[in-house]
Nanobody
Framework: QVQLVESGGGLVQAGGSLRLSCTAS????????MGWYRQAPGKQRELVVT???????SYADSVKGRFTISRDNAKNTVYLQMNSLKSEDTGVYYC????????????WGQGTQVTVSS
């Protein structure tokens, strides 16, 4: 099992930047994949970006070129650097972890609010 704690959300003007952090309760080097999802008001949760243990990344088209995910295994933390923020980036951002051991095990953080004002 793993607990995930997000931080770094807040209110920012359009065009600004934020950096989200997701710290895990255990070593992330053995976690198969981590990433970020977001959910805007009245919409379904959507994938923003994932990063595997092999440091392979996959971004949603809507954030390519603006968002960057990275991981620091020594700190058990995954970061999401968000630049050139738009109002449509507003939502609750959830950290996600996938562990493929004895089946598919998915874990979620509590979420952090990102609000981009236009």
């Amino acid at each position: 099992q793993v607990q995930l704690v997000e931080s770094g959300g807040g209110l920012v003007q359009a065009g600004g930047s934020l950096r989200l952090s997701c710290t895990a309760s255990r070593s992330i080097s053995s976690i198969n994949a981590m990433g970020w999802y977001r959910q805007a008001p009245g919409k379904q949760r959507e994938l923003v970006v994932t990063i595997t243990s092999a440091v392979t990344t996959s971004y949603a088209d809507s954030v390519k070129g603006r968002f960057t995910i990275s991981r620091d295994n020594a700190k058990n933390t995954v970061y999401l650097q968000m630049n050139s923020l738009k109002s449509e980036d507003t939502g609750v951002y959830y950290c996600y972890a996938l562990i493929l051991r004895s089946g598919v095990n998915e874990y979620w953080g509590q979420g952090t609010q990102v609000t981009v004002s236009s």
